[in-house]
């Protein structure tokens, strides 16, 4: 039995839809009616319901939103348009939204009424037939074979632009964990499915044709796709085209980012620059982030790290700035590779404007990366010299080309960005600030502070207080 909901603002069309069809004939029971969008959704509360017949124009909430929020609460829930407008943009919003019909009021007569219903009725039998057949048995266990699989690929999206394609209208679809998925019971138009998703998703979302899926547990799949999908598609995947996986290789591989223990991490170790300025170092890069395969959601946090460690020293203004923008482009690891290879050239581009050696520009990046780490101490000149194997004239030489600046400014910079950080992120006194950045004489220090930064170390901590 099929238990039903009419939702308009008049009385008299409500009662009179309900009572000019023979509903029991069809399967059908009217549980309820309500007479705006907000008392629909009390009812839903508390009331099992199948199908709701709404109409577009509502005071305080329209039919096409009634339906948006159903869908997104209450997934179960068909919904068919009762309405006296029948022009096409009213039709192609219903169906964009998931809508199983669009009922023309004016047109519907006593004489076509029952066709109406039970066309209604057959699709919906049709429908659940089908998840039926494509879920079944006990423990609920996948008969189709194969599945498309939808991700968004940001949160400006929302499930109903999946009601654009035709694959999806004619099969069910199934919510996982920020994911998707239509069984196919029917051999996909390639062609057609690309034109539809490129057309209608507009590279807001990625898709994935999962095979291999028949009998496998649904509870199973979600457990996988939710641990290893996003993680394996970031690596093998495309956002611009269809991705092939096969369910058992997904099941059976270590792309889940928790499944292995490295010794080492690529990523960190990356932090030193060496693939950016050596061919073969980029090659072993390369190779041990496909070994390793981090964790995706990492790769963001790294990205912006080189930007805002090496900007200022190894790239100009505006090239800082455009790798830093396009860093959210960056849908998978061909993307990343791209941009990695992008932020290389552009290191290499500056090496070569200084006239300086892959050694000497190694050695000066160790340089910067040892001063950060050592900011704290008491460091000189001598003791960067030494940590990195270069004569301290040399090292002066060759450190006021690289940075634009003398030594002494270079680690006053670092020390002053040390307070900041310690100025923000702990409560400890000002003049404990100063010991910890490496100032010995904290008046010194809020002297120093105010004429690099424009405020005293006081005034800065109280301004960050005031935007937490």
């Avoid at 308009?8 to 000019?20: A, N, P, Q, T, Y």
């Avoid at 039970?118 to 057949?133: C, S």
């Avoid at 270079?410 to 100025?423: E, H, P, Q, Y």
Wanted: hydrophobic fraction near 40%; charged fraction near 30%; aromatic fraction near 8%.
């Amino acid at each position: 039995m099929i238990r039903a909901v009419v939702v308009d603002d008049e009385r008299l069309v409500r009662k009179g839809f309900i009572s000019m069809i023979d509903w029991s004939s069809f399967g059908v029971v009217i549980v309820g009616e309500a007479g705006d969008g907000k008392s629909a959704l009390e009812l839903l509360e508390h009331k099992e319901v199948d199908l709701l017949f709404v109409d577009i124009t509502m005071p305080g909430m329209s039919g096409f939103d009634l339906i948006r929020i159903v869908r997104q609460k209450y997934s179960g829930i068909r919904s068919v348009v009762l309405t006296c407008h029948h022009e096409f943009d009213y039709v192609q919003e219903a169906m964009r939204l998931g809508a199983v019909d669009y009922i023309v009021k004016t047109l519907l007569e006593m004489e076509n009424a029952d066709e109406v219903i039970g066309r209604l009725v057959e699709r919906i039998k049709w429908e659940d037939g089908n998840l039926e057949a494509m879920i079944r048995g006990e423990g609920k266990r996948m008969a189709a074979d194969k599945a498309m699989v939808y991700l968004p690929l940001g949160t400006a999206v929302n499930e109903e632009e999946l009601y654009q394609l035709s694959i999806v209208r004619n099969n069910p679809l199934i919510t996982f964990q920020d994911m998707w998925l239509t069984p196919l019971h029917q051999r996909m138009q390639e062609e057609d499915g690309e034109r539809e998703r490129a057309i209608h998703l507009g590279g807001r979302w990625q898709t994935v044709l999962i095979s291999g899926l028949r009998d496998q547990p649904l509870e199973e799949i979600e457990a996988i796709f939710t641990a290893k999908l996003q993680h394996a598609l970031f690596y093998i995947g495309s956002a611009e085209e269809l991705t092939s996986l096969d369910y058992k290789e997904l099941k059976e591989s270590a792309f889940s980012p928790k499944s292995t223990q490295i010794s080492h991490d690529i990523l960190t170790q990356a932090e030193d620059l060496k693939w950016s300025i050596d061919g073969m170092s980029w090659d072993i890069f390369m190779q041990e982030i496909i070994l390793q395969k981090p964790d995706y959601e990492r790769f963001p946090a790294f990205g912006k790290s080189l930007c805002r460690s090496w900007g200022s020293l190894l790239l100009k203004s505006e090239e800082a700035r455009q790798l830093e923008e396009d860093l959210s482009r960056n849908r998978n690891w061909c993307h990343w590779k791209h941009w990695l290879r992008r932020f290389s050239d552009r290191i290499q581009r500056r090496m070569i404007e200084l006239s300086l050696t892959k050694e000497v520009m190694t050695c000066l990046i160790k340089a910067v990366i040892y001063m950060r780490e050592q900011a704290g101490n008491k460091i000189n000149q001598g003791d960067v010299a030494a940590a990195i194997n270069m004569s301290r004239g040399y090292f002066s030489q060759c450190f006021a080309k690289f940075a634009g600046e003398t030594f002494g400014e270079s680690l006053r910079g670092m020390r002053l960005d040390l307070a900041k950080s310690l100025l923000q992120d702990t409560t400890v006194s000002i003049c404990e600030v100063a010991s910890r950045s490496g100032f010995e004489d904290d008046r010194y220090f809020s002297r120093l502070f105010r004429e690099r930064v424009g405020k005293l170390p006081s005034e800065f901590r109280a301004d960050g207080m005031g935007k937490i």
